[in-house]
């Protein structure tokens, strides 16, 4: 059966660097979601994609992060000057077309902000 | 805005018993989509089931329904024969439709840690 993967699992980076983290979305969905869990809280929606760009994005998605689909498969989540607080997990989802609003999740990144 | 809530942090069941999550939503919406999602120790998020509030008849999954009240705004997640692995945090989420295209994200509650006893 066909699923989101994430690179990395884990990754750890020192406050103030750039991050990116990677998605392989299921091949034939179009619409493409970033989101974060803060370590005991609940799911928060940062972002979502579509036809190559931004539908909709959260109060948290500001100008530190980016998205870009740079190929036909990957879907990327930039965080540039990272801070404590974005230390979380990250799971990117995605969704086919059509009726269907069933979004489906990757295993998730653990971002660690030293 | 939509609001999702979850008004049981922790629940604790033997195993094989019956469990009812609760949850209750805010919206405006008339046309929108409700979801339960698992979340289990690996935090890989699992859909359980999803029900659209234009149907009536509530979703099942195997072992998995729902019960949707449209009226009240709930939508409750009872898991029978619960069983060991059902041990989770498990999510209920909203997702509105958006005409013209495009994708809404996910409004989530906070949880409930769902607890199978031996």
């Known amino acids: 059966e066909p699923e989101v993967t994430q690179t990395p699992s884990h990754q750890v980076t020192q406050m103030g660097q750039e991050v990116i983290l990677r998605c392989v979305p299921i091949?034939?969905?179009?619409?493409f979601y970033w989101y974060r869990q803060i370590l005991g809280q609940k799911v928060e929606f940062l972002v979502s994609?579509?036809?190559?760009?931004?539908?909709?994005k959260s109060e948290i998605f500001d100008d530190q992060f980016s998205v870009e689909r740079p190929d036909g498969s990957n879907f990327t989540l930039k965080i540039r000057s990272t801070k404590l607080e974005d230390s979380a997990m990250y799971f990117c989802?995605?969704?086919?077309?059509?009726?269907?609003?069933?979004?489906?999740f990757g295993p998730g990144t653990r971002l660690t902000v030293t | 805005a939509q609001t999702v809530t979850q008004s049981q942090p922790e629940m604790s069941v033997q195993e094989a018993e019956t469990v009812t999550l609760s949850c209750t939503y805010d919206?405006?919406?008339?046309?929108?989509?409700l979801f339960w999602y698992k979340q289990p120790p690996s935090r890989q998020m699992i859909l359980v089931i999803r029900?659209?509030?234009?149907?009536?008849q509530n979703a099942t999954e195997n072992r998995f329904s729902v019960n949707f009240q449209k009226a009240a705004k709930s939508f409750s997640l009872k898991i029978s024969d619960s069983q060991l692995g059902d041990t989770a945090m498990y999510f209920c989420?909203?997702?509105?439709?958006?005409?013209?295209?495009?994708?809404?994200?996910?409004?989530f509650g906070k949880g409930t840690h769902l607890i199978i006893q031996p």
């Open positions: 989802a995605s969704r086919r077309t059509g009726i269907s609003h069933e979004q489906y």
């Open positions: 091949s034939n969905h179009l619409y």
């Open positions: 994609f579509y036809n190559n760009e931004i539908s909709e």
């Open positions: 919206t405006s919406e008339n046309n929108y989509y």
């Open positions: 029900q659209e509030a234009y149907k009536q």
């Open positions: 989420a909203f997702s509105p439709p958006k005409s013209g295209g495009g994708a809404d994200g996910l409004t």
